[in-house]
């Protein structure tokens, strides 16, 4: 009874039009009101709780490191370095922008900052060169979106932060489904471009490709600089966030780049995107708890069971469930609302967790591409003025070919199981 009322009031305030957060928060508030059972200290406790966690320290640094990069001017010499590798082939300019996509979020690890940025750069040149605003505001989510797969990643740091899983082996198991993303965004682009007629550029030359090369290594080296630091053991994911924040600023100030100025904008913006995921974690935490009180796992449990033995189609179910709830919920709060529930069937079906943990990173990440509240679409939208119904009309190829690498890590855990058992990190 208890469990029904919960979620009652939650979907009566989110379609409302309640933050999503707050919605967690009241529901769970209101619902203990009426159960005598639990006390009212355990609000306090088990927000604390959610947030009292070493490796959720890194999530600033991380903003803060990218905020940091992109303010530097990284992302045009990325732009650079990408349409020099790639803008030769047929659709070279959307090649060079899921190129560019795929190396800022080795840099940021924050899908809303790179989208942003991406679409304020090329989506105008997307537009110059034939491409359909719609289809290159749609691609551009798309990019942005590869941000939580690829890492750094500010969600793989938040599942590391709420459960045992190493964040080292969630950077590394990221790595292959990511760069299968960007291969299908390519494949999508090259069959758009040869569609509508979209010229070929010449080859800028191997002088000019070995120039912007060199103009891109420092950015390039943020990558290593963070997952080699943990995975040699040298530092901790916090402590290797603080280590990409003084290579950002010292990167910053030899350049000429960083100034004060932009310094305070990007401390600015951590803050008060740190803010944002600590209060959703924190109201997720409280949420999750009376979930786990009222027995919902053991629900869903009983449900799937009597259903399937198959573990490919439970994680199929899970995918499903996860995707749908991304629509209409920011992906964090999905995440820490849905996944403890899930939990037990790693155990009953014998699911490697990290497996699991990247199939529902893979499914969560779709949220914030997908109609109705995918916030990466309104973001390049209202960027770039582009009307939002062009944008949502093209941004389902993209989706697909999320879902389709999400379905083939399903079947073959070795996508995301190969890279962590190399690196030592799993056995």
Same mark, same amino acid.
């Given at each position: 009874?208890?469990?029904?009322?919960?979620?009652?009031?939650?979907?009566?305030?989110?379609?409302?039009?309640?933050?999503?957060?707050?919605?967690?928060?009241?529901?769970?508030?209101?619902?203990?009101?009426?159960?005598?059972?639990?006390?009212?200290?355990?609000?306090?406790?088990?927000?604390?709780?959610?947030?009292?966690?070493?490796?959720?320290?890194?999530?600033?640094?991380?903003?803060?490191?990218?905020?940091?990069? $992109?303010?530097?001017?990284?992302?045009?010499?990325?732009?650079?370095?990408?349409?020099?590798?790639?803008?030769?082939?047929?659709?070279?300019?959307?090649?060079?922008?899921?190129?560019?996509?795929?190396?800022?979020?080795?840099?940021?690890?924050?899908?809303?900052?790179?989208?942003?940025?991406?679409?304020?750069?090329?989506?105008?040149?997307?537009?110059? $060169?034939?491409?359909?605003?719609?289809?290159?505001?749609?691609?551009?989510?798309?990019?942005?979106?590869?941000?939580?797969?690829?890492?750094?990643?500010?969600?793989?740091?938040?599942?590391?932060?709420?459960?045992?899983?190493?964040?080292?082996?969630?950077?590394?198991?990221?790595?292959?489904?990511?760069?299968?993303?960007?291969?299908?965004?390519?494949?999508?682009?090259?069959?758009?471009?040869?569609?509508?007629?979209?010229?070929?550029?010449?080859?800028?030359?191997?002088?000019?490709?070995?120039?912007?090369?060199?103009?891109?290594?420092?950015?390039?080296?943020?990558?290593?600089?963070?997952?080699?630091?943990?995975?040699?053991?040298?530092?901790?994911?916090? $402590?290797?966030?603080?280590?990409?924040?003084?290579?950002?600023?010292?990167?910053?100030?030899?350049?000429?780049?960083?100034?004060?100025?932009?310094?305070?904008?990007?401390?600015?913006?951590?803050?008060?995107?740190?803010?944002?995921?600590?209060?959703?974690?924190?109201?997720?935490?409280?949420?999750?708890?009376?979930?786990?009180?009222?027995?919902?796992?053991?629900?869903?449990?009983?449900?799937?069971?009597?259903?399937?033995?198959?573990?490919?189609?439970?994680?199929?179910?899970?995918?499903?469930?996860?995707?749908?709830?991304?629509?209409?919920?920011?992906?964090?709060?999905?995440?820490?609302?849905?996944?403890?529930?899930?939990?037990?069937?790693?155990?009953?079906?014998?699911?490697?967790?990290?497996?699991?943990?990247?199939?529902?990173?893979?499914?969560?990440?779709?949220?914030?591409?997908?109609?109705?509240?995918?916030?990466?679409?309104?973001?390049?939208?209202?960027?770039?003025?582009?009307?939002?119904?062009?944008?949502?009309?093209?941004?389902?190829?993209?989706?697909?070919?999320?879902?389709?690498?999400?379905?083939?890590?399903?079947?073959?855990?070795?996508?995301?199981?190969?890279?962590?058992?190399?690196?030592?990190?799993?056995?």
């Amino acid at each position: 009874m208890m469990l029904i009322l919960l979620f009652s009031i939650f979907l009566v305030l989110l379609f409302m039009g309640m933050p999503v957060a707050y919605a967690m928060s009241i529901s769970a508030c209101i619902t203990l009101f009426f159960d005598p059972s639990l006390p009212g200290i355990i609000i306090p406790q088990k927000m604390f709780t959610a947030m009292d966690s070493f490796s959720l320290m890194a999530i600033p640094f991380f903003m803060l490191a990218g905020s940091l990069m $992109e303010q530097c001017g990284i992302t045009r010499k990325l732009v650079g370095f990408a349409r020099s590798l790639v803008g030769h082939f047929t659709g070279g300019l959307g090649h060079a922008t899921i190129v560019t996509g795929v190396l800022m979020a080795g840099v940021s690890g924050s899908a809303n900052a790179d989208t942003a940025a991406i679409a304020s750069i090329l989506v105008p040149a997307l537009k110059d $060169e034939g491409y359909d605003d719609g289809y290159a505001c749609a691609m551009v989510s798309g990019c942005g979106a590869l941000g939580p797969v690829i890492p750094p990643s500010i969600m793989m740091v938040i599942y590391s932060g709420v459960t045992s899983i190493a964040i080292g082996a969630l950077f590394m198991a990221g790595f292959l489904p990511g760069i299968l993303i960007g291969l299908g965004y390519m494949f999508v682009n090259y069959l758009y471009a040869r569609r509508t007629g979209i010229p070929r550029d010449k080859f800028v030359g191997w002088k000019q490709l070995g120039k912007d090369t060199l103009h891109a290594i420092p950015a390039l080296v943020m990558p290593f600089i963070i997952i080699g630091g943990i995975l040699s053991g040298v530092v901790t994911a916090t $402590e290797s966030g603080v280590l990409a924040c003084t290579y950002s600023v010292i990167y910053g100030l030899v350049g000429r780049t960083l100034n004060w100025k932009k310094f305070k904008l990007c401390v600015d913006g951590a803050v008060s995107a740190t803010t944002n995921s600590m209060i959703i974690i924190a109201f997720a935490g409280l949420f999750g708890a009376l979930v786990t009180n009222y027995n919902m796992s053991k629900v869903i449990l009983s449900v799937m069971t009597a259903f399937t033995s198959s573990p490919n189609v439970v994680l199929i179910f899970v995918s499903v469930v996860l995707f749908i709830a991304g629509m209409f919920i920011d992906s964090n709060a999905a995440m820490l609302m849905l996944v403890p529930i899930f939990a037990p069937l790693i155990g009953q079906y014998h699911f490697n967790a990290l497996h699991f943990a990247m199939v529902c990173i893979l499914t969560l990440d779709m949220g914030g591409m997908s109609p109705p509240v995918g916030l990466l679409m309104y973001l390049a939208a209202n960027i770039t003025d582009t009307p939002l119904g062009k944008v949502v009309k093209n941004i389902w190829q993209f989706i697909a070919v999320n879902y389709a690498v999400t379905i083939l890590t399903i079947f073959i855990p070795a996508i995301v199981l190969l890279l962590p058992k190399l690196t030592g990190l799993i056995s």
